[in-house]
């Protein structure tokens, strides 16, 4: 034993000169921190933060703002159990078959690299404190972007959830989404029905986007439009949209998505339109990530300067699904509605927006 002990200590010496010789020789000709300045440093980068994190805005937009981007960090960072019960008493709906939840912003359906906590990593606990602690974990139906708020759908077993995916998947499930904007469509009702796809968009930092691939095109000499070949890794998308308001450079949109195509209300907006979602950083630009330019008139609306529009939230909202009987009777269609979130709803009386009146469904046992 003595003999083990005495070699393992001249080896953890061994690595911890090798350790000490790498560092030196990367570092360059840099004399290393004593451990008292190394204290220092850190003392003063966490004072800095702290600075950071105390300095509040003057305005009342501007630092309702602040708390959304910290309550989308710390929806990261919350405990699954929290967040289960969070949605537990957001529940706009539920019965044998499905549990209806209200989205809320800034948290993601699925997990990713940077990814700390998502929607699927609670669906054990959230079924758990439904059911019992015997219960089958809840399954997903569709998914939302991060940044969306609104109706989500679970089911509480495999068949019911392949079920609903398949009523999706058939375009039997009637979506309905309302959308804040840039500028005003024109007309002010139609039918966005262009193909996307996705691509590299050409600039400074390498990103991909969902972009329009036009089954027509303009020619250059003569004007003249003509069908080109469809572009083999591009989808069909399909948009209904309607103004509903307008007014500061801004309007409300109604939204009816017959695809299900990745980004397509954004991409359709703001590509096919010309008026990107207030809060659509991605898509306010092609070759560039960089902040939605916003006009003048909104900027003050909203009582910000343009410096800070790069927190503004994605103002897009799922309000409503409705899911088909399965006796096929309009009667017995399951409505499932949900109020748009507070800085939506503070947004367009900035803006002197008009809305229709909304009420969340009524949650049943």
């Not at 907006?269 to 898509?283: N, S």
């Amino acid at each position: 034993m003595a003999a083990q002990s005495g070699a393992s200590c001249r080896a953890l010496r061994l690595v911890l000169k090798a350790g000490r010789r790498a560092f030196s020789h990367s570092q360059g000709a840099a004399a290393p921190l004593s451990a008292q300045q190394l204290a220092e440093k850190i003392r003063a980068e966490k004072q800095e933060q702290k600075k950071k994190q105390a300095e509040v805005p003057k305005d009342r937009v501007s630092r309702r703002v602040q708390e959304l981007a910290q309550l989308t960090k710390q929806l990261q960072r919350v405990h699954p159990n929290v967040l289960a019960k969070a949605l537990k008493n957001g529940i706009l709906y539920q019965n044998k078959e499905i549990v209806v939840i209200n989205k809320p912003y800034g948290l993601p359906v699925h997990g990713g690299p940077k990814v700390k906590m998502c929607i699927t990593d609670v669906l054990p606990v959230l079924a758990k404190m439904l059911d019992g602690m015997k219960a089958e974990p809840l399954h997903l139906c569709h998914r939302l972007d991060k940044e969306t708020t609104g109706v989500m759908v679970l089911a509480r077993d495999e068949d019911t959830a392949h079920q609903i995916q398949q009523l999706f998947k058939t375009r039997q499930v009637e979506k309905k989404y309302w959308a804040i904007c840039i500028g005003e469509p024109k007309p002010a009702e139609g039918v966005v029905d262009i193909p996307i796809m996705e691509k590299e968009a050409e600039g400074n930092q390498l990103h991909y986007k969902m972009t329009l691939a036009p089954n027509y095109r303009v020619s250059s000499e003569d004007g003249n439009m003509f069908k080109v070949r469809k572009h083999r890794d591009a989808s069909m998308a399909v948009t209904q949209y309607r103004v509903l308001s307008s007014s500061s450079s801004c309007s409300l949109l109604e939204l009816h998505p017959v695809t299900g195509v990745k980004h397509q209300i954004r991409v359709h907006l703001a590509y096919g339109l010309g008026c990107p979602i207030l809060g659509d950083h991605k898509y306010s630009h092609w070759n560039k990530l960089a902040p939605q330019k916003l006009p003048k008139a909104a900027l003050k609306r909203l009582g910000l300067e343009q410096v800070k529009a790069r927190h503004l939230p994605l103002h897009l909202h799922a309000c409503q699904l409705t899911l088909p009987a399965k006796n096929g009777s309009e009667e017995d269609k399951i409505h499932l509605v949900c109020k748009p979130p507070l800085f939506f709803i503070r947004s367009l009386q900035r803006l002197k927006l008009e809305f229709p009146e909304i009420r969340n469904s009524e949650p049943k046992q």
